[in-house]
């Protein structure tokens, strides 16, 4: 059974930078595609960042330029670099698992980790 943990959230000022990890129980590449969305208080869970087996990755115009998802293949951890955030950031990020690769089902998904971003 898949497990991911977040951590890293927390309170920062509008302008800051905070990096968020999530740890997974197998091997990142093993996974077809590593994500962050995220979930402010009253909207709808957003997609953030997308990161591909082969290292592909995807970004909403909104965090485009600011956000960075990468990985450590050998801590089987995946990071979300968020810079230059703004009250608008604020929400529950969560990491989520999807597919594995080459081919199989798989929709796991992480507990939660707080940023909140004061102006």
């Known amino acids: 059974q898949v497990q991911l943990v977040e951590s890293g959230g927390g309170l920062v000022q509008a302008g800051g930078a905070l990096r968020l990890s999530c740890a997974a129980s197998v091997r990142i590449l093993s996974i077809a595609a590593m994500g962050w969305y995220r979930q402010a208080p009253g909207k709808q869970r957003e997609l953030v960042a997308t990161l591909t087996w082969n290292g592909l990755t995807n970004y909403p115009d909104s965090v485009k330029g600011r956000f960075t998802i990468s990985r450590d293949a050998a801590k089987n951890t995946v990071y979300l670099q968020m810079n230059s955030l703004k009250s608008e950031d604020t929400g529950v990020y969560y990491c989520?698992?999807?597919?594995?690769?080459?081919?199989?089902?798989?929709?796991?998904w992480g507990q939660g980790t707080l940023v909140t971003v004061s102006s």
């Open positions: 989520n698992a999807d597919g594995y690769y080459p081919r199989g089902n798989l929709e796991v």
